[in-house]
């Protein structure tokens, strides 16, 4: 089968294009012919070699969430699963491929009347996204600022802190993401690159902080006492890192979600469901196919993509 390999850390085009064994469902798997695979910002650190909470050994072929149909089963899992349309993590590894083996309990079927490419942008987003509105729990008539509002969670939580009847702000920081997050519901839209950027926002109850850095400690600043603050991302390279204290003193929340395996999956199946009852939009800015992986990979890591970045393994 076709595949995408990782020989070494560095680059995009360290990313290589090759042939590799068909897998073979092992006991309680699935083979899924694979017709989307998911990306993320941090497949792009652990293949440049930063942090990442992925470490297999190389060569290895990356790639951490698939969507497509199940064409085998393993023993003990249920062969009626053959032929149905689902979307899964790999476990961190196989997800660059025309076909990867996963644990037939981790799979999730694709509700119908929801595209599989949807499904498939939905499947690590939409579970962050969840997660972190349901932490912060904005209420209606409370002001939300969503920083990074135009990339794969940032959408959704604009979506979704607007259908719990807060005012959304939207920071992005090229034009053309403003008018995606305004697209979506948000009320409002700031550069985050302007100095003053901040004050253009005001007091805010909820920080979405999904970029980190300078940024995330100039909103910081906005939030009013009882508000709360909840990092989903850094794509500045580095967290906010405010300390507890000066949180404490000013009376916000700095909130830093977990969750069982069970809740995670609960997540996911409630993203999936609003999805297919059209409540909730994933935005799929690019899409490359299988072979140019590394092209998808330059274009998350030049800060230009919007929304969801997927491959398209069966064009």
Do not use: C
């Not at 062969?79 to 076909?99: C, D, F, I, K, Q």
């Not at 490419?117 to 349901?134: E, H, K, S």
């Not at 850094?234 to 003193?249: N, R, T, V, Y």
Request: glycine fraction near 14%; avoid cysteine.
């Amino acid at each position: 089968m076709r595949a995408v390999w990782l020989k070494e850390f560095g680059g995009p085009e360290v990313l290589v294009p090759g042939e590799a064994p068909d897998p073979v469902a092992g006991p309680g798997q699935v083979v899924v012919d694979v017709e989307f695979v998911n990306i993320t910002f941090v497949e792009t650190q652990f293949r440049s070699g930063g942090p990442s909470p992925f470490r297999p050994e190389l060569p290895m072929i990356p790639g951490n969430g698939v969507g497509g149909v199940v064409t085998d089963v393993g023993a003990g899992a249920d062969p009626a699963l053959v032929g149905r349309r689902v979307v899964s993590s790999t476990g961190g590894s196989g997800g660059y491929a025309e076909r990867a083996a996963v644990d037939a309990a981790g799979l999730f079927a694709v509700p119908d009347g929801l595209p599989l490419d949807a499904a498939v942008a939905l499947l690590a987003d939409g579970r962050t996204a969840t997660m972190m509105l349901r932490a912060a729990a904005p209420r209606p008539g409370e002001r939300v600022l969503v920083e990074a509002a135009a990339g794969g969670v940032g959408t959704l939580l604009v979506q979704l802190a607007k259908a719990a009847g807060a005012t959304v702000v939207a920071a992005a920081g090229i034009a053309a993401k403003r008018e995606v997050a305004l697209g979506l519901g948000a009320d409002e839209a700031v550069d985050y690159r302007e100095p003053g950027w901040s004050e253009a926002v005001g007091e805010v109850d909820v920080v979405f902080d999904g970029v980190g850095g300078d940024v995330a400690r100039e909103a910081f600043t906005l939030v009013r006492r009882g508000g709360r603050m909840v990092s989903f991302g850094l794509a500045s390279g580095e967290w906010a890192g405010i300390p507890e204290e000066a949180a404490a003193e000013r009376g916000v929340g700095l909130l830093r979600p977990t969750a069982s395996p069970e809740e995670l999956r609960e997540f996911t199946l409630s993203a999936l469901a609003e999805a297919a009852a059209g409540r909730l939009r994933p935005v799929i800015g690019q899409r490359f196919p299988l072979d140019g992986a590394a092209d998808a990979h330059a274009a998350i890591e030049s800060r230009a993509s919007v929304g969801k970045t997927l491959l398209e393994v069966r064009r």
